[in-house]
């Protein structure tokens, strides 16, 4: 019965996926208004899907308007009212020009709306950097490099700081590394992309997290990737499932956020990691290790990288600095076999040609710094407080959530009859933010979820913006 639960789960969520991806083919402009469909077996051929699944979608499009059926004749696309009213001066060829309405950031969506009591941004208080330290900083970096504003970086990154983020993770970690094995790009989410563009093609089945960073899934949206889901929990990952799934599908990645896991705080366990990598070979699936805030642990640190265990290449390392150092950086190392780097460094150079040298070195002689080895201990105690703050306060509520032992973020389950999307409309309205767990599901369905960050204000702020919250939630009665 088990089994079977799982296979309607995957074929739902297939159809769903073959559905979202003829939209974005429309929304890019590949598929204009009146333009007939492909085949349903053609279509079913082309994305290696059962015809079934294919013919589902086709009618979820004609359910929502987007595609219109002729007699003995196939689908077609439907015009949209903003087409039909369009003047012809604005068409060329009477074709429609591309259009960008199939990008979407929900995450960022929700972040950029001005609030009083911001709990949907996952990063630091500003006023707990030392701010006062980085700016004379930048003096000194000047002093050292006095024609820094004049140069350019290489695309791979500056050799300096390559070199010293490889004596650092040989230093803290162990790893056998090189400054050739590493890329430097302009934060973490730059890296997914990249990533995403290199080895991701429409309807390519990868493995996500359930749940996971939702602007990663949103990246992978784009390329037209198949998700498939792997739930993560407190203990890790199921692995006897997680085989299973990398037998049947064929991945070609898996995106994972192993350690102070975004959004849930879980971190997977020693003992699993080295069984990845492992499982990474046999099935040849590339390792996407995204790891943000390795050093953001609150009492002990975290288990090493998955990287650690890898010898065969299977694993890329994304190690972002930006959060908790100086976000306005945006400094990420990527750390991965000569294969992968190398074709990173090629996409890099297309994207911007490099991140900007003077946030390099800036970012460099900052982190190495006695003074900046200090800060993080005191950074540390300060989000203690924060989430003993929040937690306190949460407590009479009934809401759900697993303690976590780092990070920026609280995962909450709050009562079924909350409805989540009225409460966040609500909160909003009262300028409280935070982040609805369904958009952090490939599967699109934990609506009973939210992502509360405790970091970015301050105390004070956080006990009278969680005891909004609370109060309104508390409209909703059961």
Known sequence: MKASGSSGKEANLLFKQAYEYMVTRMD???????DKLPSIRRLAQELQVH???????YQLLKQNEKAYVKEKSGYYVSPSKTEEQVPTGHTENNRSFPTSSALKNSLSEIQHIPVTYQFSQALIDPNLLPNLFLSEHVKKVFDIYPKLMGTYSSAQGDVELREYLCRYMVRHHNLQLAASDLL??????QAIDLISRIYIRPMDPILVERPTYSAALDIFRQQ???FIP???TPDGYDLANLERLMEKHKPRLFYMNPTFHNPTGYTVPAAQRKQLVELAER????LIEDD???EMYLDQPPPPPILTYDTEGWVVYLRSFSKYIAPGLRICAVMGGAHVIKSLVTAKSL?????PLVNQKMFLHYFESPRMQRHLEKLRIALQIRKEIVEQELASTGWRWVSPQGGFNLWLQLPEHIPVDQLLEECLRQSVSFIPGEICDPLKEMRSWIRLSYSFVNEEQLRDGVRRLIDIAGGYTT
Request: with cysteine; glycine share 14%; charged share 20%.
């Open 28 to 34: 890019r402009g590949e598929w204009n208004a009146h």
């Open 51 to 57: 015809r079934l699944t294919v013919f589902r979608a």
């Open 184 to 189: 430097i790009t302009t934060g973490g989410q």
């Open 224 to 226: 037209g990737a198949r």
């Open 230 to 232: 792997v739930e993560i």
């Open 283 to 286: 099935y040849r699936c590339l």
């Open 292 to 294: 943000a805030i390795h």
């Open 351 to 355: 994207a911007d040609n490099g991140t």
